[in-house]
């Protein structure tokens, strides 16, 4: 089957209008010849003639009745998801957002995030979800639709990126511990027992590369997934959590915590979404929002 001319639904919505192959030409910017042409077409689409002389006019056939309610809706329909978006009201939006994120991230700026969308659209709802791993198919599909982390290699090459804040890693160990007084050198850091983070259950890292260089190595007595379980450890034992700052403030609370003793590179945490959800307004607030929230906690 043969694809049909769309176009000929403007022509023939506008031939119906005026019964008249001047007036429409006119209306069209088209030679009355040229209309006459999109005339047969249409005589020949839909099987019927349409318009018929009748004296020094033209009149519809009951078909062409029958059909311009119908057409003149489908154009308009048409001219109406071609033109761009209109204003969005924040203030009447009703939407759920899905932001996947580590838990530091949810806890830290979780709580200014909700209070800063709700204040501004209470019909928002902010859905976090873990993150596993850095696979971007959940944005490609639709059911994330922001994420926050580090970009690497791994990201999708489509994926949007803007970077939110920059972090470091700083030890925390429980109020009481040996590190809380005097100065921690890098070897009193290195004798302690260590927490090691890592999705894919690794034990070394930037802060062991900065130790070996030193010709220290420390001891890792335990490696967990996130950095809410590192804490959490290190808060009921005497195990050393070495975390980002800035994503575990509220993780943290009641807990002592350090400038490493060597020197490690700076993280970027980036905010990240799939370049389908570029122009859409309700996702351009919501990325504006964490933005912010992130720039003032």
Not at 99 to 126: K, M, N, T
Not at 260 to 278: A, D, N, Y
Not at 284 to 289: D, F, G, P, S, T
Request: hydrophobic share 40%; glycine share 8%.
């Amino acid at each position: 089957m043969s694809t049909p001319d769309l176009n000929l639904l403007v022509t023939l919505d506008v031939l119906l209008a005026e019964g008249s192959v001047a007036r429409a030409a006119e209306r069209l910017r088209l030679s009355p010849s040229a209309m006459s042409r999109q005339l047969a077409r249409l005589r020949e689409a839909t099987g019927d003639p349409l318009l018929v002389r009748a004296g020094r006019g033209l009149v519809p056939t009951p078909r062409a009745v029958e059909l311009r309610e119908q057409v003149g809706r489908i154009v308009e329909d048409g001219r109406a998801v071609l033109r761009p978006a209109e204003a969005l009201d924040i203030s009447r939006l009703v939407r759920t957002f899905t932001l996947r994120a580590s838990e530091g991230f949810a806890e830290s700026f979780g709580p200014g995030l909700i209070a800063h969308l709700s204040g501004q659209a209470p019909g928002v709802r902010l859905r976090f979800v873990q993150k596993p791993d850095k696979d971007s198919t959940p944005m490609r599909d639709g059911s994330v639709d922001l994420e926050t982390g580090v970009v690497d290699e791994t990201i999708g090459p489509e994926v949007r990126t803007q970077a939110l804040f920059r972090d470091r890693f700083i030890g925390v160990v429980r109020i009481g511990h040996p590190l809380c007084r005097d100065e921690i050198t890098p070897a009193r850091y290195t004798a302690g027992g260590h927490i090691a983070v890592s999705r894919r259950g690794l034990d070394k890292g930037s802060i062991d590369d900065a130790l070996n260089a030193l010709g220290l190595d420390r001891q890792v007595a335990t490696i967990v997934g996130g950095f809410s379980t590192a804490l959490a450890l290190a808060r009921a034992s005497d195990l050393i959590a070495s975390v980002p700052e800035r994503h575990t403030v509220a993780l943290r609370v009641g807990m002592h915590s350090f400038p490493l003793p060597v020197p490690t590179p700076e993280l970027t945490i980036s905010l990240l979404w799939h370049p389908r959800m570029e122009a859409d307004p309700a996702h351009r607030w919501l990325r504006n929002c964490v933005r912010d929230v992130c720039a003032a906690t």
